[in-house]
């Protein structure tokens, strides 16, 4: 995905900024934790369309050294 179109797109809910996951061909919103498919590289920005992403595990504190 061309960074240019990726500057213009936000997300539909929100109007937040996209990032794009390459590896799985989505564009995701972490505000929402919502994942837009991009399909054959035709962003595909309808909230029925998109996933919800599943919240991360917290990391336990780092032990002092």
């Known amino acids: 995905m ?4 990726l500057d213009l797109l936000v997300c539909p809910a929100c109007k937040g900024r996209l990032h794009y996951d390459r590896a799985h061909s989505e564009l995701v919103c972490r505000g929402d934790r919502l994942a837009y498919p991009v399909r054959d590289g035709v962003p595909i920005l309808l909230e029925s369309e998109a996933r919800r992403l599943e919240p991360q595990a917290e990391r336990p504190p780092a032990q002092p050294a």
């Not at 061309?2 to 179109?5: A, F, G, H, T």
């Open 2 to 5: 061309e960074s240019r179109l």
